[in-house]
C-alpha cells in the first residue's frame, strides 16, 4: 500500500511543476475560471475517518500528531483518496492547528474529544512571545507536500491549506473547541487591540506557511475559516476578512479558495478578494452565491447527510446540486467534511455521479 | 424572596385576562405591530444561571427537572429577571424537551453535559407508541403557568413557549445535543416518511401544549427551532417550515413568535406564516431582513458576547442595533441565549440601555 518510496526526493524535483504535466488539471482550470469538459470533484476530509485504509494507518502510530508529522504516512493517506475513490484533487492530510504550534503554543490532541491547548493566550506578553518565523518549525509538512506531489506523479492537483486566522485565534484563544467560542469573541469586544495584534501575526505567519506549501508543490491552496459562523458581520468584517483579504493578496502564484462556514452574510465582500474561489456550505442557495459571486468560481455544497442515504437519493441530489451551479467556474465538494461514519462505498459513488454528469 | 403565594389559583382566575389590565403591554403591542412609546426588551434565557438568585434556588433542589416540575420554584424564578433585571417580560421558566417526555420518552438532565434520552426513536412502531395526547403530562407546567401569572398581577407579559417540531425531533432521534445531528439529518434522507410521521406528531402535541399554555395565561408565545442551522433550504422547506406553518396558523388567539437559529435563508418564508413575530440571530443584518419581512414584527438579535464587554461598548452596539431596527415594529433581544457565565450588572445595563432608548 505504501506508494510513496523512501527517498525522500529533493526539493528541486517540485518545484516549478509545469501544470500542462498534470495528467488531471480540472480542479486547476475550473479554479481559474478557464472552460472544463467536466465538473472536478474532491472532498474536504476525503483523507481520513471513511477510508478503512486510512484506519489502518491511523492505529499503527500513537496519536494524530505522530501521523501528521510523518511525512511517509502522509503521504499515504493523503493518496489513498485519490486511489480508492478517484477524487480529482489530493488534499496534503494536515491540521489546521500545525500554526499555532510552529508559533509557540503547543496543543494536544485528546482521542475523540479534538484538540486541547494547555496555555492560551491571555496577554500582550504572551502575544509577543510567539514567533511568526514558522517555516522551520514546519518542515515535515513540506517534506509531506515534496513526497505527495513526488508520489501523485501529476496525476492530480495537490491541495495546501492553513485555518483562516479567525479560527486559529479562535483555538489560541478558547484552548479548545466550543458551541459558541465565547471566550474568544470576548476578547474581540474587550481587547480589540489585542485581538488584532494577534490576529495580525498569525495572518503573517499563515502567509509564509501557504507561500512554503506552494513553493514545495501546492497547487493551489484552500483557507479554512471553521468557525465564521459564530460571528455578526460586522464582526467578520473588522476582525477576519482583512486578514483573509491579506492572505489572497499575498498568494499570487497558484489560486486561492476561501471557505468561511456558515458566514452566509460575506460572499459579496469576498467576491472583492484576490481569492479565485469560493467555497459554500449547505445553507447557501447557489443561485443566491451565483448573484453575488460574479467572476469567482464556486465551491460546494452538498449536505454531507446526503452520503448517508440511499444510491438513488445521492445521485438525485447531487445532480439536483450540479445543475444549480452550472458546469463551469466550479468545483464540485459537500458544503463540509465528509463525516466519519459515512459508508466509503457511498462517498465512492457520489464522486462517481460528477464523474458521469455531462455537461 | 418568595412571591408566588402558597394558594395556587382557580383556573378562572386567569382565564381572558384583559390586556388593558396589563400595567407594561409593550411587548404585546409591538408583536402586533402597534405603536409604542419605547421599545420593549427581553433576554432568552433571562432567567437562569446569570442570576445568583436562580443559581440559590437551583441549588437548592436536586436536578434541573425537579426545578421544572415545581410550581413554586418555576413562578419564583420566572419573576427574578422581572424583579431584578427590569425586563418588559417573562418567559415561563421550563425545557423544550418537556414535549417528548410527555409524548412518552424520557430524558434525563445531566449536568454540564446536558440532555439525554435513554431510547431514542428508530422505527415506525416507535413513533406509533409515542402519544399527541400531552396536556394531562403536563398538568405542572400549566400550574406554573398560573402561579405565574397570579404573582405577576399584570404587571409585564407572560411568554409562553415551545420547541419547534424540527429541533424537538432532532433530539428524539439524536438522543442528545450534537454539532451536525448527523442522525437526525440521516432519517431525513433515509426515511422522510417515517420523519414526516414524526414530525406530524410533535406538531400536534405541541399545538395542543402552546394552545393549554394560553388558556392558562400565557399573553404570546415563542417557538423555538434551535437546530434549523443544520438543515439546508430545500430540507427547511421541507421539514420544518410546514410544521412552523401549523402552528402560526393554529394559534390565533395571541401573538406568535417564530424563532429559527442559522435559518438565514428563511424569512421570506416565515413572513408567508400567520406568525406575527421573527426571530433573528446576529449573524442576520436587521436591513436585510426588514427588506424580507415586511409587515412583521422582528425581534434580536444583539450578540450575547457583546455582554461581556465594558458598558460602554455595550451601549454602543446597542444603541447601533435600536438605531438599525427602526423604533416600530420591533422587540429588542439578544440573537440566542444569554451565556451562563455573563456578568448580571451588564445584562441589566443592557436592558436599561434599550428603556433609556428614545424613540
Redesign the interface.
Known sequence: MLKCGLKTPVFSDFLNVDIKEMKNDLLIRAAKGEQVERIPVWMMRQAGRILPEYRAVRSSVNGFKELVKNPELICEVTLQPVDILGVDAAIIFSDILVIPEAMGLNYEMIESKGPNFPKTITSEQDVAELTTDVIPNLEYVFASIRLTKSALNGRVPLIGFAGAPWTIFSYMIEGKGS??F?QA??M???NPVLAHQLLDKITTATIAYLQEQIKNGADIVQVFDSWA?V???A?YVEFALPYMNRIAAAITVVPVILFAK????ILTEFAQTNASVIGLD????PA?ARAQTKGKTLQGNL????L???KA?IKK?TEKMLQSFGGQQYICNL?HGV?P?VNFEHAKYFIEVVQDYKL
Chains 1, 2 share one sequence.
Not at 449547505?282 to 442557495?285: A, F, G, L
Not at 449536505?303 to 446526503?306: G, H, L
Request: aromatic share 14%; glycine share 6%.
Open positions: 458551541k459558541t465565547s469573541k470576548k474581540l469586544y474587550t459562523g460571528l455578526s458581520k464582526q456558515d458566514a452566509h452574510y449547505w445553507t447557501i442557495e443566491a449536505d454531507p447527510c446526503v448517508y442515504a440511499d437519493t441530489e458544503g463525516y461514519d
